[in-house]
């Protein structure tokens, strides 16, 4: 005898295949009957990827028509058209009515400006909407944007309850320092993803952040520096993530990274301890002891500068590292000489530190590097159409 699936099962379901199968299974499964179009396409368009000046107007209206209701999350990519589009002229008018229809349920809103015309898009969405339940905001240019964007961006936070802001920009220092009113706009914000520069100029201003996310290109901060210390250094008492460039210096490192004004990290990822471990014994415990002393922290991947890594030396290492970071429970070390190899410190059986030598680069430094790998892309090197 047949037996049927309940149909209250139909969502957990669909749930579970966008976790652990191609999108390309829920997509099969619109065609199957309406009452498995209805769970899929609800998960297939939760996530709606926008491409202005390469959709045409008929495409807003099917999605407002069908799909607005499924969606959560938009990501709007600002290109150049083939009949350019001047600056700050005025947005699609289907646009404007597939984002009033969407308003009420957006929680995250992402914007890769890729062209000098993205400012007249940028500004009507951050002047003309307000999004209720938003809790993310990320924007990402290709060039600066600080001659226009400071105009807007502090009245969107303070009409917002932002958790997570992104801001990649060339201008990320100047935005940055056009938050700084007496309304205190990111005062609350938990999450900041955003350039080494971007990230020094917002330091007073988020005395709340949690997680601290700064991607690559590492930049020159020789204009922060006096001498070899940091002018203001990056000061956030409560941080517990903090990811380093994965392309930035060991100066960036050793700068930032310290405990005084870190008092309560947990993670980090990316560090850069240069030639440090070549030095001598008492030159490595000074080093630790004043400048990598941190009593809470758990998970550490880092880099050093050195011609190959032995299972000895990492040992010597990790017991040095140890020695002032006495709660870590994941460390990973990789080498300049070979960067397939690298380090990880695991627990045997009996609960004892074991060294493993890995000899074949398994997967990257634990970095959130979705965003930031966007971040400056441009046309021929970004994928574009519907990201579901």
Known sequence: MTQTIPIELYRQIAEWLIEDCPKGDLINL??????????????????????????????????????????????????????WVPAFSSTDPDLITLLEAVSHQLERLTIHARTSAASGVTLDILDSFSFPMLDIFHFTSSRSSHAWLPDSLPAFFIRHSIREFALYDQGAQFIMGALDIEERPLEHLEVLRTTVTGALAAAPLIPDLRELIMGHPAEDVSEFLQGDEMMNKPYFPKLRVLHLPEDADNLTSRLIVDPEYLPLLEEVYNFKWGDLFSSSEDAIKEFLIVRFTFPHLRVLTSHIVARNLTERSACKMVAAIRSTCPRLENIELTCSGDPRVWVEETYNNAGQLCIKIHRRRGPTLSTPSDLESLAYADADETETGWIW
């Open 30 to 83: 619109c065609c199957v009957s309406s009452a498995w179009q209805a769970e899929a396409e609800g998960i297939l368009w939760t996530n709606c990827c926008l491409n202005v000046n390469r959709e045409n107007n008929a495409s807003y209206q099917r999605i407002h028509t069908r799909f607005s209701t499924y969606i959560k999350n938009i990501t709007i990519w600002i290109w150049d058209s083939p009949d």
